[in-house]
């Protein structure tokens, strides 16, 4: 088993040539700081806005090889969120929040047709199920919402019997379909976009950590150890690292998800009765995740990874055993047949975690620098509308994706650290025992039910 912070889709996608670094002066109208879906979108929906804005986009490492190229690649809309889009933002916002997630779907499928990338995307609906007791019905608030919001079609829920009939585990005791999920290739659809950006003439920088950007004499400067790009605008598309802005610190939490590839098992697949292309998840907080590769592996994915502290985001949340082990331990419980099939590849990073569970954007303090983040692992659709709403504000055309609520929303904090980490990681094993009671049909002891109720009642959003 290769075992690294890549993961199976960058090795399978293939290496590509960096691009040079940032070295001396650059000048241009919009500077990008992060390579992932968000600042390349964003490039991208600059280039159609603006075909003549000068754009330099600065990455740290390779575009596409941080946590974009290596997520589940679950291409899915806000269809779950809605109950929490309905209380925060009420009825109005919360459809059209949810209809242009929907619209990004639907604009990226597009996107891969017409620039001929292949992304291995497949439209086999997303499904959630019940996969303890303790879990069933968990669905009924979002089919509800969506119902309320005149969007009933999106969330259908599925008997025991129909959801085994998509996949044959024996663990599966109900759930819901949303129709229009669907799964990509994460690496190649961010290596393509890359591609893309290259040849349309974006002035890309990898290599290139930014160690300052700040805004001056009505300009914004990004710099690296080998050179700056002074321009009119700043773009903050940094994931993880934008815990590195004080004024954001406060509004995420770092944690990290795993996941593990199986070799092919066309085999499973037909004994399963898997093969509509659905990608999986269950009901825990801490959910576990799965979807069928376009070669018929299994990719399984655990979201339970160990919290980070203050601005680290290597180490273990990248490279950890114990969640590796967690995820094989469920993979053969939900889905026996692969209990002894080879593990190849296992990988891990970190994701910026949104108190409320929904991606924010919005503005820093001077004006000039927009930023996105809060994805909490559920990016591949969201960036492409985060994206669009980053042009807006870097060009100053206010329109309708600038009035969703995802544009700044009011805040909601977590505590400064070291409590936010001593307190995420309390929570976190209160739900990993309660869940690990909850899977054996038992009830979480009081101790356990007592944290993992906590952050709800201090209005954080817990599950994805």
Same mark, same amino acid.
């Given at each position: 088993m290769i075992h690294d912070a890549r993961g199976f889709w960058l090795a399978?996608?293939?290496?590509?040539?960096?691009?040079?670094? %940032?070295?001396?002066?650059?000048?241009?109208?919009?500077?990008?700081?992060?390579?992932?879906?968000?600042?390349?979108?964003?490039?991208?929906?600059?280039?159609?806005?603006?075909?003549?804005?000068?754009?330099? %986009?600065v990455e740290a490492g390779l575009c596409g090889h941080g946590p974009s190229g290596r997520n589940g690649g679950f291409l899915e809309a806000q269809w779950l969120q809605a109950p929490?889009?309905?209380?925060?933002?009420?009825?109005?916002?919360?459809?059209?929040?949810?209809?242009?997630?929907?619209?990004?779907?639907?604009?990226?499928a597009r996107w891969c047709e017409e620039e001929g990338v292949d992304a291995g995307l497949r439209r086999g609906g997303y499904l959630r199920v019940s996969a303890s007791p303790a879990q069933d019905g968990a669905w009924a608030e979002a089919v509800a919402a969506c119902a309320a919001l005149g969007l009933g079609d999106e969330l259908r829920?599925?008997?025991?019997?129909?959801?085994?009939?998509?996949?044959?585990?024996?663990?599966?005791?109900?759930?819901?379909?949303?129709p229009r999920g669907a799964t990509?290739?994460?690496?190649?659809?961010?290596?393509?976009?890359?591609?893309? %950006?290259?040849?349309?003439?974006?002035?890309?920088?990898?290599?290139?950590?930014?160690?300052?950007?700040?805004?001056?004499a009505?300009?914004?400067?990004?710099?690296?150890?080998?050179?700056?790009?002074?321009?009119?605008?700043?773009? %903050?598309?940094?994931?993880?690292?934008?815990?590195?802005?004080?004024?954001?610190?406060?509004?995420?939490?770092v944690a990290s998800s795993h996941a593990c590839a199986t070799e092919p098992v066309p085999d499973v697949l037909d004994r399963l009765g898997w093969r509509g292309g659905e990608c999986i998840a269950d009901y825990r907080?801490?959910?576990?995740?799965?979807?069928?590769?376009?070669?018929?592996?299994?990719?399984?994915g655990w979201a339970g990874g160990r919290i980070g502290c203050g601005r680290r985001v290597g180490g273990l949340l990248e490279v950890d055993p114990d969640p590796i082990a967690e995820a094989r331990r469920a993979l053969a419980r939900l889905l026996p047949p692969l209990a002894d099939r080879a593990i190849t590849h296992a990988w891990g990073g970190p994701i910026d975690v949104s108190p409320t569970h929904l991606p924010f954007a919005g503005t820093l303090p001077g004006g000039r620098v927009h930023?996105?983040?809060?994805?909490?692992?559920?990016?591949?659709?969201?960036?492409?509308?985060?994206?669009?709403?980053?042009?807006?504000?870097?060009?100053?055309?206010?329109?309708a994706v600038t009035r969703l609520p995802f544009v700044e929303p009011e805040p909601v904090r977590v505590p400064p650290?070291?409590?936010?980490?001593?307190?995420?990681?309390?929570?976190?094993?209160a739900v990993l025992r309660a869940e690990r009671l909850e899977d054996e049909g038992r009830r979480p002891d009081p101790l356990s039910a007592f944290v993992r109720a906590l952050p709800g009642r201090l209005g954080i959003h817990l599950g994805r």
């Open positions: 399978d996608a293939g290496p590509v040539e960096p691009a040079p670094p %940032l070295e001396g002066e650059a000048h241009a109208d919009v500077v990008i700081v992060g390579g992932g879906y968000t600042g390349m979108w964003t490039a991208w929906h600059l280039l159609e806005a603006a075909p003549d804005a000068r754009i330099v %986009l929490e889009l309905r209380r925060r933002h009420g009825d109005g916002p919360a459809r059209a929040q949810l209809e242009a997630s929907i619209a990004s779907l639907e604009a990226i829920p599925l008997s025991a019997e129909e959801v085994r009939a998509r996949c044959d585990s024996p663990a599966f005791r109900g759930g819901v379909l949303a990509v290739h994460p690496a190649r659809l961010a290596l393509g976009l890359r591609r893309r %950006l290259l040849e349309r003439g974006v002035a890309i920088r990898e290599r290139s950590p930014v160690v300052a950007l700040r805004e001056e009505g300009q914004v400067t990004a710099e690296t150890a080998g050179g700056r790009v002074r321009a009119g605008a700043g773009v %903050l598309a940094a994931g993880a690292r934008i815990m590195g802005v004080r004024s954001l610190r406060r509004r995420l939490t907080t801490f959910l576990h995740y799965f979807r069928v590769t376009p070669d018929d592996r299994v990719v399984f930023y996105a983040a809060g994805y909490t692992g559920n990016g591949v659709g969201p960036t492409h509308l985060a994206g669009r709403a980053l042009v807006a504000l870097a060009l100053d055309r206010r329109d650290e070291p409590l936010r980490w001593l307190g995420g990681s309390l929570v976190r094993r």
